[in-house]
């Protein structure tokens, strides 16, 4: 059974989806869910699934003790969703190509230092795109400039808030995400 880690900072919609999609499969679990963020909802909802969280600053990120608590997992796929740090150098180092992350566009365009969540949908609605969608990619040492793994496209409709776009954008992450992981779990892990 190959092991996930997931990080995330927030409401963790995504983890949870993760979470719900591996919970009754044999090819994957989730063995642990990270946070910075002693307040994010995603602590609940993997307590939900009876999945260990782990509480960190960003300072035991830079420093290496997240590291420790990692390589202590052995992880075969670290899953970042929702997760709103820089990802750090040592632990992408020792886990080349086992790091992914989905992004609320279709990268290299809307990707980068502050482009996440609503900053991407409001983006996206102020230059009248007429598409966007997720990009899972793997992470390396820069944002959002990994290899992509899977792009899913949306259109995007005049009439469209950023709201809305985030709707969508949701919706394809619930439906393409989990399966995603999955493949990767099943084919190059």
């Known amino acids: 059974m190959k092991k996930i880690v997931i990080f995330a900072s927030g409401s963790g919609t ?16 989730v063995v642990s869910v990270f946070t910075n963020n002693p307040k994010a909802f995603v602590i609940e909802r993997a307590k939900n699934f009876q999945v260990p969280t782990e509480i960190f600053t ?59 969540g609503s900053n ?20 390396n040492e820069n944002y959002d400039e990994g290899n992509i793994i899977f792009q899913k496209k949306v259109t995007v409709l005049i009439t469209d808030t950023p709201e809305v776009v985030a709707e969508k954008i949701h919706a394809l992450e ?11 779990l099943t084919s190059n892990l």
Do not use: C, R, S
Not at 120 to 139: F, L, P, Q
């Open 120 to 139: 991407v949908h409001k983006a996206i609605v102020e230059n009248k795109e007429k598409e966007t969608g997720i990009t899972i990619h793997y992470v």
């Open 58 to 116: 960003k300072e035991e990120l830079t420093e290496g003790k997240v590291l420790q608590k990692i390589n202590a997992l052995q992880p075969d796929l670290i899953v970042l969703a929702g997760f709103l740090l820089k990802f750090p150098e040592n632990i992408v180092a020792q886990y080349p190509d086992k790091i992914i992350n989905v992004h609320p566009a279709l990268l290299p365009k809307y990707g980068g230092k502050g482009m996440y």
């Open 14 to 29: 995504n983890a949870e989806n993760i979470m719900k999609h591996f919970k009754n499969k044999n090819t994957g679990t």
């Open 174 to 184: 619930q439906q393409y995400f989990p399966a995603v992981i999955e493949n990767l």
